[in-house]
């Protein structure tokens, strides 16, 4: 199957600091990627849906602001986590759709904040 | 409204029983259908999918869902868990390309 790959796999940074998550489809071309935040024992919520070209959707209550994406390539979107609290600390994941139905997730960014 | 229900937070089986996990979902037409397997500190990888067809879908690593449209339920099986199938399952809903929506997660233990 797909593969897509996500960097770094874990950060730490200090508070009112800004990170950066890439989110990288190796072997297919994604037009439509998506961002998940998952909180310890919980399921996915999805965050914004991000397409090539153009600006992200949010889902309801996360601040655009604050959860900066940039699709610029079609196998490359980036989620900046900006002036960062710890109530910010989550596992992060992305997914990259390749055709309908077809949606290949990354393996996960552990976020904390100190 | 819209959702996906995993009933079953936490499900413990014996090494070698068999396995089954629920998930029903409540939306207006049938949508694509997923179960996810999630190990802790990982990302999701995919078991199977159900777009149409024939209702009883097979997946990796043993596993098989059935889809029944009167029970609106898309429930996971698999005849006899090993324990390395201890994990995180999440049952997921969406259509064509857009957004997944996932159940809240079973978690397996697996006993020897």
């Known amino acids: 199957g797909a593969v897509v790959s996500q960097h770094p796999s874990r950060v730490i940074c200090k508070s009112g600091t800004s990170v950066k998550i890439e989110c990288r489809s190796l072997?297919?071309?994604?037009?439509?990627m998506f961002w998940y935040r998952q909180f310890p024992k919980q399921s996915l919520m999805l965050m914004a849906t991000?397409?090539?070209?153009?600006?992200?959707?949010?889902e309801q209550g996360v601040e655009k602001d604050k959860f900066l994406i940039n699709h610029a390539s079609l196998t490359l979107s980036t989620l900046t986590v900006t002036s960062a609290h710890p109530e910010d600390s989550s596992f992060y994941i992305c997914?990259?759709?390749?055709?309908?139905?077809?949606?290949?997730f990354g393996p996960g960014t552990r976020l904390t904040v100190t | 409204a819209q959702s996906v229900t995993q009933p079953d937070i936490h499900i413990t089986v014996s090494e070698g029983a068999s396995l089954e996990l629920r998930c029903n979902y409540s939306?207006?037409?049938?949508?694509?259908l997923f179960w996810y397997v999630q190990s802790p500190g990982q990302g999701l990888q995919l078991l199977l999918k159900?777009?149409?067809?024939?209702?009883l879908v097979q997946g990796i690593k043993g596993f098989e869902a059935e889809f029944k449209r009167s029970q609106s339920s898309f429930n996971l099986r698999k005849p006899s868990v090993h324990w390395s199938d201890a994990a995180e399952y999440f049952c997921?809903?969406?259509?064509?390309?857009?957004?997944?929506?996932f159940g809240t997660g079973t978690r397996l233990t697996i006993i020897p």
């Open positions: 159900y777009f149409s067809g024939d209702t």
């Open positions: 991000s397409n090539e070209g153009s600006k992200a959707t949010y």
């Open positions: 997914s990259a759709l390749d055709g309908p139905g077809e949606q290949y």
């Open positions: 072997d297919f071309q994604a037009t439509t």
């Open positions: 939306y207006g037409a049938t949508p694509y």
């Open positions: 997921a809903v969406g259509f064509g390309n857009e957004k997944l929506t």
